[in-house]
Structure formats: structure tokens, C-alpha cells
């Protein structure tokens, strides 16, 4: 916090006014992926690192924004048209701020500086957390009266709309409703929620990193939607529906047959599958039986991997390499995939055995690094008041 605001009056003058600091994490998807587009139940908790945002205002019209992550400024007149700027990592609090200017606020002149401890694009949602982040000063400081639902809103539309990913709504309410040793069980399709209680007692959640660049991720994600939407149509003629988790198992079962194309219709077995294996792990956890709920990671990997298509070798290595570590009890991988980071279940006094095992044998199968991370369920997107 110090260091941040220290560096605020470095890069924007002593005598720039004091900023506020706001936090807002990351999330890791426990379960329930590539559901969220789909009108389906997710299972996501947001995690305690995340991305912090100093921000004050300016005397003039100017909107300047700085990482301490990254070396690219944005330095814009706030009355002109915001655009795209390339692929950069500013293209995220600009699409929000368009998104606030969309609905009418007046934004002002601002100085903002983020810095974050995500790794970044390694499906932890580091996008969703300078979005939220973002949202929430704005609204804080500009005293817009959006509520969470309505920021989250925001933020999935700015990277929709603004950036060209089109993603679902998990991330950013992972990201906005997180709770301190909590999972977000989420109904995407009416936004109906329940905090259910994390009680790990003797497991943690190990989040490791393949370290692979997630090439083509975007446009790979953005078809998988578009083959979903393709099975709804085809679904429609028999059975009007307005998304996939509309249908049971068991409704599925005797209709997939008019989903002409083999792959859409693995597409659409993921998702109606992975629906029930997401009820089924809330049900696991509510009940204390992580047994269950580790074989309903794994099961939801392997479905991931073989029907939706969205793991890569490096992710399905990691998975492999956790399943023979004793004292694990799933592993999956979490985000949009092709790349990115899994998460495993794997009890406390395994977990060194588990970073050594599995670094090693993940080193000498595919020559990179892996990084691990123990994730702990922390609150959602706030304001840092000093103490
Ligand atoms: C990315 C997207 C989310 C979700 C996941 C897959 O993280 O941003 O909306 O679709 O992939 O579950």
C-alpha cells in the first residue's frame, strides 16, 4: 500500500492529490468450465492475490494510466472518443470506462496506477480483476450508485464489447461476490447465487502453473461458443431451448441425435454433464465428502480434455503427474483452457511431495517449469482504507 502510493506521487507529481487504493482478486474455478456462456452453474472462489488500484483525481481533462506491471502508459483526453489500443493491458480499465460512459456518467480527469500479483494470462482472471477493480473506483469515486451486479455487468460487457472476448459472466462475479473461505455456486443464467462454505480441514487447493503461452486461446474460446450456440439451433427444432443447461440428462440423451455435427454434439455432452457434476460437487462439499468431490474434478478434466477440447499436453501432464501423488484427491484445469494453470485437492502435509513430484516429472515431460501456488478463499473486490 505505502509502496504503491509512494510510487503514485513519483509518476504523477508530489503534489497530486492523495488516492484512494482499491483491491480486486483473482478467482480459481473449482468447477463447473465452459458452463457460464452456456446458461450453467459454475463453481468459483476468488483467491487472495489480485490487482491493486491507486487512483485520485486531476485538475484537467486528462485520464493517465500506469502498471507497475507493465511498461505501456495510456495518457487520453477523456472528452475524445475512447479506442482499442493494440493488445494492451490498458484496453481493460479503457473498455470499462467506455462502458460507464455508455450509461451515461460523466468520467473526469484521473490519475490511476495498478499493480498486480496474478500471473498474468494464466487463466486466474487477471483481466476480470483490472475490470472489476476499475469498476469499482469509478463508481466509488464518481458516486455512480452501480451496485455489484450492475459492475460485474459492466466489466463482462467492456470485455465483450471493448476488448473482443467473449467471455461469460464467471470471472467477473467471482470476482465481485467472493467471500473469505468461500466458493461462489453460481447459476449463470439467472444469477441466482449460494456462498457455500470451503471446509478443506485437511486439504488446501494447489494451483499450479504450466507456464505455456496460450496461443490462440481467445479466437479457440470464441469458437467453442459458437459451437454451442450452432447445437442449441440445431437442439431448437425439436426442442425449444434457449441455451444447453436448459436440458436434463436424461432430455439430452434422447435428442442429441439432431445435433448433426459429432463435435457439436460432444460440445454439448460437456456441458449438460459438467452442469450435473457441478450440483453434484456442492452437494460433496456441503456433505464434507471431498472424496466425491476430487473424482468430480477429475471427471470434469477428462471431459474438458476429450469432448470440449479446450485442455492441451501440458495441462493433461500436470492432471496426470497429481493423480499418483498420494494424498491427492482431484485435479483439474481451471479457466478457459489451452494452456494456464490446473488446480488440485491435495492434503496439507502432501503438498511438498506434490511440488516436488510433480515440477520434476513436468519438467522432464515437457522441458518447462511449473509454478505452484497455495489458493485461499478471499473477499471479493473492496476499497484498502489505511489503518
Ligand atoms: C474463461 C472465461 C469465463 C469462462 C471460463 C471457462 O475464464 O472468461 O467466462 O467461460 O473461461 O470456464
Not at 450492475?150 to 466489466?155: A, L
Amino acid at each position: 500500500m505505502s509502496k504503491l502510493k509512494q510510487e503514485f506521487k513519483n509518476i504523477f507529481g508530489q503534489s497530486a492529490d492523495e488516492p484512494r487504493v482499491c483491491f480486486a482478486p483473482g478467482r480459481v474455478n473449482l468447477i463447473g468450465g465452459h458452463t457460464d456462456y452456456n446458461g450453467g452453474y459454475v463453481l468459483p472462489c476468488s483467491i487472495q492475490y489480485g490487482t491493486l488500484l491507486a487512483i485520485g483525481f486531476r485538475n484537467d481533462n486528462k485520464v493517465k494510466a500506469h502498471s507497475l506491471n507493465f511498461p505501456f502508459i495510456v495518457e487520453i483526453d477523456i472528452d475524445k472518443p475512447l479506442h482499442k489500443i493494440g493488445n494492451e493491458w490498458v484496453n481493460f480499465p479503457l473498455g470499462v470506462m467506455k462502458e460507464f460512459q455508455g450509461k451515461g456518467v460523466r468520467l473526469k480527469g484521473m490519475n490511476l496506477l495498478f499493480y498486480g500479483d496474478i500471473p498474468n494470462g494464466a487463466g486466474l482472471s487477471s483481466s476480470a480483476s483490472v475490470e472489476m477493480v476499475t469498476a469499482y473506483a469509478l463508481n466509488k469515486l464518481l458516486g455512480c450508485n452501480f451496485d455489484t451486479i450492475d459492475m460485474i455487468k459492466i466489466s463482462q460487457l467492456a470485455e465483450n464489447d471493448f476488448v473482443g472476448m467473449n467471455c461469460g459472466i464467471m470471472d467477473q462475479f467471482a470476482v465481485g461476490a467472493g467471500k473469505k473461505d468461500k466458493a461462489v455456486f453460481l447459476n449463470c443464467d439467472t444469477l441466482d447465487y449460494d456462498l457455500v462454505p470451503l471446509a478443506l480441514k485437511a486439504y488446501s487447493l494447489v494451483i499450479t502453473n504450466t507456464n505455456k503461452r496460450r496461443e490462440l486461446a481467445d479466437s479457440k474460446y470464441n469458437e467453442r461458443r459458437t459451437e454451442c450456440e450452432t447445437a442449441v439451433e440445431n437442439l431448437s427444432a425439436t426442442e425449444p431451448i434457449r441455451n444447453l443447461s436448459e436440458l436434463t440428462m436424461e432430455k439430452f440423451e434422447s435428442i442429441k441425435n439432431k445435433i448433426t455435427d459429432i463435435v457439436g454434439r460432444k460440445r454439448a455432452n460437456h456441458v449438460i454433464y459438467e452442469n450435473q457434476r457441478t450440483m453434484d460437487a456442492v452437494k460433496a462439499l456441503k456433505g464434507n465428502d471431498l472424496n466425491k468431490f476430487g473424482k468430480l474434478m477429475f471427471q470434469s478434466h477428462y471431459s474438458l480434455k476429450d469432448d470440449f477440447e479446450v485442455s492441451c499436453d501440458e495441462l493433461d501432464v500436470l492432471v496426470d503427474e497429481a493423480s499418483k501423488v498420494k494424498g491427492v484427491l482431484g485435479s483439474r484445469m481451471t479457466g478457459g483452457g489451452f494452456g494456464g494453470c490446473t488446480v488440485s485437492l491435495v492434503k496439507k502435509e502432501s503438498i511438498q511431495e506434490f511440488e516436488e513430484t510433480v515440477g520434476k516429472n513436468y519438467f522432464e515431460r515437457t522441458g518447462l517449469k511449473a509454478d505452484f501456488y497455495i489458493a485461499r478463499a478471499g473477499e471479493g473486490v473492496r476499497e484498502i482504507l489505511d489503518q
